[in-house]
């Protein structure tokens, strides 16, 4: 049984930093891409960042230079360092887990966590 464990969120000020970590179990983790979105209330999900196997990234255009993924296949563990965040960051931040390269699309992600709540105050 696949699982994935989303954990670090909580509430921090505008230009604080969080680092959020996945966790994965009941899956070969590092032959995966794994992809962190967000969704806000009344808003679609969106696609924040995502790694690949072989270590490739992509970005959001409204994180980049400020949110850093990173992976530690030994610890089956993926991590969303998010620096200079926004009140616009509000969101519950899911990853997830897939085997195609194109991240940054929802349907390419067989695996889904729970979420974890990220709130930006101003």
């Known amino acids: 049984q696949v699982q994935l464990v989303e954990s670090g969120g909580e509430l921090v000020q505008a230009g604080g930093s969080l680092r959020l970590s996945c966790t994965g179990s009941?899956?070969?983790?590092?032959?995966?891409?794994i992809g962190w979105f967000r969704q806000a209330p009344g808003k679609e999900r969106e696609f924040v960042a995502g790694?690949?196997?072989?270590?490739?990234?992509a970005y959001a255009d409204s994180v980049k230079g400020r949110f850093t993924i990173s992976r530690d296949n030994a610890k089956n563990t993926v991590y969303l360092q998010m620096n200079t965040l926004r009140p616009e960051d509000t969101a519950v931040y899911y990853c997830?887990?897939?085997?195609?390269?194109?991240?940054?699309?929802?349907?390419?992600?067989?695996?889904w966590g729970q979420g974890t709540q990220v709130t930006v105050s101003s």
């Open positions: 790694i690949r196997s072989g270590d490739n990234t």
């Open positions: 009941g899956l070969t983790f590092s032959s995966y891409s």
């Open positions: 997830a887990a897939g085997r195609s390269a194109l991240m940054a699309l929802v349907s390419t992600y067989g695996y």
